[in-house]
């Protein structure tokens, strides 16, 4: 009997464990997919110009291949690389969220560059798109999962350091959680995007009720203007992450001027509307922070659109960016 009541004290002490383990895994995962809510805005920014032209059947289909493309990319590729990393080279994850924060500050750049001046961009041709629509479907959704790629190692890097030194199997599960959250969230929210308009369109063709007809057009209108709107918000968050990780990773480097320049005037002007303090140091912080995004990316833009941008193009055999 004493060895039974031994063997349920230790099996409950083994739960507690567990249970404290879930708890750490939900908050580090909680606390890693909100620092990544950049780099998560512009994927879900991003991802729907890569359906549009495909007929209303094959939406879904393509956004789920993306999503699986996506989760392999996340959970064999990047999850393995950061635990490594992680384990053996944490000194590099740094300089690596710096590069990876200076492109998001670049493409932020780049899009505004792109809307001030319409004739900088360079479209695809009609001779480039496939007459075939396999081929086309095969192109489009291979090069999401490409850039995909590319914000993917940006999220889970951003992860990786937001995750407390806790075990290996804690930080994979985390980085796990994460990685599946994400892609959930952005693709479930493209899928909400792009047929929203067959939403509409239905809803005002068929609908019994004057009030739903009317919503369904409202509804058909409303998105042109929102997809404008999330491409506004995405740039927005890429320049404000990516200033952020820019003027954290110069602190972790040891030149702190940056931060602590931020910090203060962020202080002065909470200290300004005491009744708001933290929103307004938050909003300041941001914003200070996203000038900062955006002054680098204008500088490497030269360098981003004559060296990088053909690399990717010729090394992914195709259009590369957003």
Same mark, same amino acid.
């Given at each position: 009997?004493?060895?039974?009541?031994?063997?349920?004290?230790? $099996?409950?002490?083994?739960?507690?464990?567990?249970?404290?383990?879930?708890?750490?895994?939900? $908050?580090?995962?909680?606390? !890693?997919?909100?620092?990544?809510?950049?780099?998560?805005?512009?994927?879900?920014?991003?991802?729907?110009?890569?359906?549009?032209?495909?007929?209303?059947?094959?939406?879904?289909?393509?956004?789920?291949?993306?999503?699986?493309?996506?989760?392999?990319?996340?959970? /064999?590729?990047?999850?393995?690389?950061?635990?490594?990393?992680?384990?053996? !080279?944490?000194?590099?994850?740094?300089?690596?969220?710096?590069?990876?924060?200076?492109?998001?500050?670049?493409?932020?750049?780049?899009?505004?560059?792109?809307?001030?001046?319409?004739?900088?961009?360079?479209?695809?041709?009609?001779?480039?798109?496939?007459?075939?629509?396999?081929?086309?479907?095969?192109?489009?959704?291979?090069?999401?999962?490409?850039?995909?790629?590319?914000?993917?190692?940006?999220?889970?890097?951003?992860?990786?350091?937001?995750?407390?030194?806790?075990?290996?199997?804690?930080?994979?599960?985390?980085?796990?959680? $994460?990685?599946?959250?994400?892609?959930?969230?952005?693709?479930?929210?493209?899928?909400?995007?792009?047929?929203?308009?067959?939403?509409?369109?239905?809803?005002?063709?068929?609908?019994?009720?004057?009030?739903?007809?009317?919503?369904?057009?409202? /509804?058909?209108?409303?998105?042109?203007?929102?997809?404008?709107?999330?491409?506004?918000?995405?740039?927005?968050?890429?320049?404000?992450?990516?200033?952020?990780?820019?003027?954290?990773? /110069?602190?972790?480097?040891?030149?702190? $001027?940056?931060?602590?320049?931020?910090?203060?005037?962020?202080?002065?002007?909470?200290?300004?509307?005491?009744?708001?303090?933290?929103?307004?140091?938050?909003?300041?912080?941001?914003?200070?922070?996203?000038?900062?995004?955006?002054? /680098?990316?204008?500088?490497?833009?030269?360098?981003?659109?004559?060296?990088?941008?053909?690399?990717?193009?010729?090394?992914?055999?195709?259009?590369?960016?957003?």
């Amino acid at each position: 009997m004493s060895g039974l009541l031994a063997l349920l004290d230790d $099996v409950a002490g083994l739960a507690k464990v567990a249970a404290a383990s879930v708890d750490d895994v939900a $908050v580090y995962a909680g606390k !890693a997919g909100a620092k990544a809510a950049g780099a998560v805005i512009d994927d879900a920014a991003v991802t729907p110009k890569y359906v549009h032209g495909f007929e209303a059947s094959r939406e879904l289909p393509v956004i789920w291949r993306i999503t699986k493309g996506s989760l392999r990319n996340k959970l /064999l590729y990047l999850l393995p690389a950061a635990l490594v990393l992680s384990s053996f !080279a944490p000194w590099l994850i740094a300089p690596l969220l710096m590069l990876g924060g200076s492109y998001l500050c670049f493409e932020g750049a780049e899009k505004i560059a792109h809307a001030i001046r319409p004739h900088a961009a360079h479209p695809e041709s009609v001779d480039e798109i496939p007459d075939d629509p396999a081929h086309l479907e095969e192109q489009k959704a291979s090069g999401a999962i490409k850039t995909d790629f590319i914000l993917s190692a940006e999220i889970m890097t951003i992860a990786l350091s937001e995750i407390p030194k806790s075990g290996l199997a804690i930080e994979a599960a985390s980085l796990a959680v $994460v990685a599946v959250g994400i892609t959930v969230v952005v693709y479930g929210a493209v899928a909400l995007i792009v047929k929203a308009d067959d939403v509409g369109l239905h809803m005002a063709g068929v609908g019994r009720l004057a009030l739903t007809r009317a919503l369904g057009r409202g /509804l058909v209108r409303a998105m042109p203007g929102f997809m404008k709107l999330l491409t506004t918000v995405g740039t927005a968050a890429m320049l404000w992450v990516g200033g952020s990780i820019i003027v954290h990773g /110069l602190g972790e480097m040891g030149w702190h $001027v940056p931060e602590e320049a931020i910090h203060h005037v962020a202080v002065l002007a909470g200290q300004a509307l005491p009744q708001a303090v933290a929103t307004v140091e938050w909003t300041v912080t941001a914003a200070l922070d996203g000038v900062l995004g955006l002054a /680098l990316g204008l500088v490497l833009l030269p360098l981003g659109t004559r060296v990088i941008t053909p690399l990717l193009r010729a090394v992914s055999g195709g259009k590369a960016g957003h």
